[in-house]
């Protein structure tokens, strides 16, 4: 296990450094005093954001692209939100809405929405396309995160190097 980890902020997007035995606390921004465990998602419509959080954040981060029109999405919305208050210990769920940021979507190939892609340490290590309830949203992330842990981490993989710790 590492001393500490990184966490973004959710409100201005600092990279908080928190030592590993905090950071399941109650911790705060160190620039602008916001929660770092919101127990709500967080927009990422920005992609110069979307990058900072999926490459910086060390904790899995379950990102959903969806649009206002759409009528799964809608109906998802309160599912991920309620997701979000569960999961706020075990990793940051985002959203991405595709009509204000559709390069976003495009670069990580989403051809349909509502799709959810899991992301830890830079990389893809989940997909889902579909509406699905808040339990179904834990067990996917849970699946694949055991998954993921099973594999060795290799940060040469990555697009971009991952920070030092």
């Known amino acids: 296990m590492y001393a500490s980890v990184n966490l973004v902020c959710p409100g201005c997007d600092a990279v ?5 035995a905090r950071a399941h606390e109650e911790t705060l921004c160190s620039r602008c005093r916001a929660e770092l465990f919101p127990d709500a998602s967080v927009s990422l419509d920005d ?3 979307f990058q900072k959080h999926i490459i910086s954040h060390d904790a899995p981060v379950l990102v959903a692209f969806w649009a206002p029109w759409c009528g799964p999405c809608r ?3 309160e599912e991920f939100e309620e997701a979000a208050r569960r999961l706020k210990w075990d990793l940051r769920l985002a959203k991405v809405n595709t009509d204000r940021a559709g390069e976003v979507a495009a670069r990580h190939q989403v051809q349909a929405i509502p799709t959810m892609i899991l ?4 990389g893809e ?3 889902f396309q579909g509406s699905i309830t808040a339990a179904g949203i834990a067990r996917f992330a849970q699946d694949h ?9 290799a940060p040469e993989a990555l697009p971009i190097a991952s920070p030092a710790l």
Not at 16 to 20: D, G, I, L, Y
Not at 145 to 153: K, R, Y
Request: net charge positive; hydrophobic share 50%; aromatic share 8%.
């Open 16 to 20: 908080n450094r928190v030592a590993s």
């Open 47 to 49: 992609p110069i954001r």
């Open 75 to 77: 109906i998802m919305a």
């Open 119 to 122: 992301f830890h340490r830079g």
């Open 125 to 127: 290590i989940g997909r």
């Open 145 to 153: 995160l055991t998954a993921a842990l099973e594999t060795p981490f």
